[in-house]
């Protein structure tokens, strides 16, 4: 599905993000990981204004009872399950079967992990889950690196969004290859939604005013001090960073350009000088 | 199948080893862990039981039942 690219002079009501035919009016997507409490995560949700927040899945005993599904559903927030922990193409796509199984959605945030320290994405196993999940019916967000040709081949199996990350997931170091994610935005037509590694509210600004459609981030909310305001604050900068760009920022010049026009400047310079 | 006490099967749920009487249905277990059967999954030997066949799938010796719901995370 295309995204309507915004139109100057719309108001933000009617800019939503189009997801697969849907329409989303916040661009501000949650993740749910690092909460320090049910309690917590709901008032950041709230904060957030996301209409849209990941969740894993779990075994029960380790899953506080799948409680965080009633969070969202108070919250008014729409599930997005992932395939976090995940190495392998097989594991991805089970995982994926079985969380269309419990909440009867088939919407995946595909993840495929390639190593448990840099928690980077392994762009082959990765790209093989989205072709078999997609035959399989699925709508699929993929968690990429920022590589745009990753990016076009996964649009070009039927993606659904793609998913780039700023830096590595948790590492709050922000997007450390700004001209990469213009590129991907560039190439590819499917919404591009950057996850991972934004820190503060400024990653997430950047993020938009890059051309991304939308932002997918969890720890810089749910692991700030006070996650309720941060997650205030990342719903603004969102908001911010898209008219940003719609409104088109002025060129970047070497040299200082005065806004106030010379003409009919005083001579205020001393008589005979 | 093989086993000499015919009543009792050896499973593995999430991980623990129980023993359930022969002819135990993934319904009859998901409904021992006393919790709400909604927004749970599960998974015999590394396919997924669609929720219809909870009743009419009988676990046996050796299988591996993985029972998921959702977690916080990513």
Partial sequence: MLEERGQPGRGPAEDALVIAGERFGSRLILGTGGAASLEALERALRASGAELATVALRRVEASGGGAVTEVLRRAGVRLLPNTAGCYTSRDAVLTARLAREAFDTSWIKLEVIGDDRTLLPDPVELLDAAEKLIADGFTVLPYCGDDPVVARRLEQVGCATVMPLGAPIGSGLGIRNPHAISLIVEQVQVPVILDAGVGTASDAALAMELGCSGVLLASAVTRAHDPERMAEAMRKAVEAGRLAHLAGRIPRRFHARASTADLGLADLSPAGG | ?74
């Fill in chain 2, 1 to 74: 199948m093989t086993a000499p006490a015919a009543d009792a099967v050896a499973v593995l749920v999430n991980g623990a080893s129980r023993r359930l009487p022969a002819g135990t249905s993934v319904a009859t277990l998901v409904a021992s862990l006393g919790r709400s059967p909604q927004g749970l999954a599960v998974a015999v030997n590394l396919e997924v039981v669609v929720r219809s066949r909870w009743e009419a799938t009988l676990l046996g010796e050796g299988d591996r039942v993985e029972v998921l719901t959702a977690a916080q995370g990513g």
